[in-house]
């Protein structure tokens, strides 16, 4: 079983910066290591629906954003800690929601129901 642990959520002022971190542990069903899997972030803000934010393959470490995030986030990945990030500069109040690490054995993918582990989620309050 497979589990993710989001830490790094907070109240932080508009344009103010907040790092996330969802660290990866056990074992997949596939057996294979985490570094293949790729690692995404979503978020969801009060009354709406989880909306994609980033993420980024085991194989290539290549990264992909939402186009609302679009340079003021930033996704790594440390293999050997078995960890993703995200990095969230010049935050804004739209900013706000649970945020959301998911995984999966296979390509970048935008819908979370591809996805097939999940964390618990990290608060994100952006005050104006």
């Known amino acids: 079983q497979v589990q993710l642990v989001e830490s790094g959520g907070g109240l932080v002022q508009a344009g103010g910066s907040l790092r996330l971190s969802c660290a990866a542990s056990g074992r997949a069903a596939s057996g294979r290591a985490f570094s293949f899997y790729t690692m995404a972030w979503f978020r969801q803000a009060p009354g709406k629906e989880r909306e994609f934010v980033s993420a980024?393959?085991?194989?290539?470490?290549?990264?992909v954003y939402a186009d609302s995030i679009k340079g003021r986030f930033a996704i790594s990945r440390d293999y050997g800690k078995n960890t993703v990030y995200l990095q969230m500069n010049s935050l804004e109040p739209e900013d706000t929601g649970v945020y959301y690490c998911?995984?999966?054995?296979?390509?970048?993918?935008?819908?979370?129901?591809?996805?097939?582990?999940w964390g618990q989620g990290t608060q994100v309050t952006v005050s104006s």
């Open positions: 998911a995984t999966r054995d296979g390509l970048i993918a935008y819908s979370g129901s591809q996805y097939d582990y």
């Open positions: 980024i393959r085991g194989s290539t470490g290549a990264a």
